[in-house]
């Protein structure tokens, strides 16, 4: 297995980080994608090293990445596929934390459309949790092995667009249910207008959900 490409982004306070957020890029995006989002969540956590993964599959259409390919939706193949990333996703967390000299638990993940679904999936399953799981516009994917492969409660903040027409917001509230029921705490942000995307309202509850992740 190969190791993952991230590109970096900070610490905002230009000293020795103190803490990792790892971002997930979509389907047939990039490790550039969410990078962006950095100089603003640096505000919120000027210690904090961003660093946005670069997926492991090229994308079928040669653009992009993707984490695993998605011509077959069958839940038994999409599980299939969100483990093999979660494989690569768990080294990179654990090499890059090494690498930096962080304790294990100095970490947070963020995604987005196939990158939450990745980080959904990961984070829940590591022994050490994640101080916080970001997953916008996504889906809980093999909820019914949660229960019995759960490893941690790390807080969960789901943020989704009702006008999304990629990824149902339907997604994002059966995994809010799902999560609940498992004692893991959830907050969530619903935009009424929002498509496919991050707007500037997930941007603020993910800035606040880092800060208090890592208060």
Known sequence: MSALE??????AAKAAPKQLVVLCHGFGADAYDLIDIA???GHALPDALFASVQAPEAHPMGFGRQWWAIGDRDPVVMEAGVRAAA????????AELARLGLPAEAYALMGF????MTVLFTGLRRVVPPRAILA????LLAPSTLAAEIANRAPVLLAHGEADAQVPVSRSRDAETVLAGLGVPVETTYSPHL?????DAGIAMGALALQRGFA
């Open 6 to 11: 991230a590109v970096h982004w900070g610490p």
């Open 39 to 41: 100089p603003s969540w």
């Open 87 to 94: 494989a690569h996703l768990n080294a990179f967390i654990d």
């Open 113 to 116: 459309s196939q990158g939450a």
């Open 136 to 139: 916008y516009s996504g889906a």
């Open 195 to 199: 498509g496919h995307g991050i707007d």
